[in-house]
Nanobody
């Protein structure tokens, strides 16, 4: 069992930055690929970014490439999402997810692939 707790959300002006963090319980954090998703009101939860269990590989949604950076610290059981140049349209509840990853497996970008989810953290961007 893995428990995930996100933090770092809040209200920011357009063009500003936020850093989201997700801390995981358990001793097997390094066995999980970690992803960030977001869900705006009335919309489906959508993929934002994912990082491999070692941290050596990352993948981003086209809409955030160049502005968002995902990183992890396996010693601290944390995965972060640095978000720069924020636009009002990225406002949503951001969730981190964990997927038990087999060696050589491709990075998971589908919501249904994930085994565990956090409770989410709200990001609001004012124009």
């Amino acid at each position: 069992q893995v428990q995930l707790v996100e933090s770092g959300g809040g209200l920011v002006q357009a063009g500003g930055s936020l850093r989201l963090s997700c801390v995981a319980s358990g001793r097997t954090f390094s066995s999980y690929a970690m992803g960030w998703f977001r869900q705006a009101p009335g919309k489906e939860r959508e993929f934002v970014a994912v990082i491999s269990k070692s941290g050596g590989s990352t993948y981003y949604a086209d809409s955030v490439k160049g502005r968002f950076t995902i990183s992890r610290d396996n010693a601290k059981n944390t995965v972060d999402l640095q978000m720069n140049s924020l636009k009002p349209e990225v406002a949503a509840v951001y969730y981190c997810g964990a997927k038990l990853a087999a060696s050589g497996e491709s990075l998971p970008i589908r919501r249904v692939a994930y085994d565990y989810w956090g409770q989410g953290t709200q990001v609001t961007v004012s124009s």
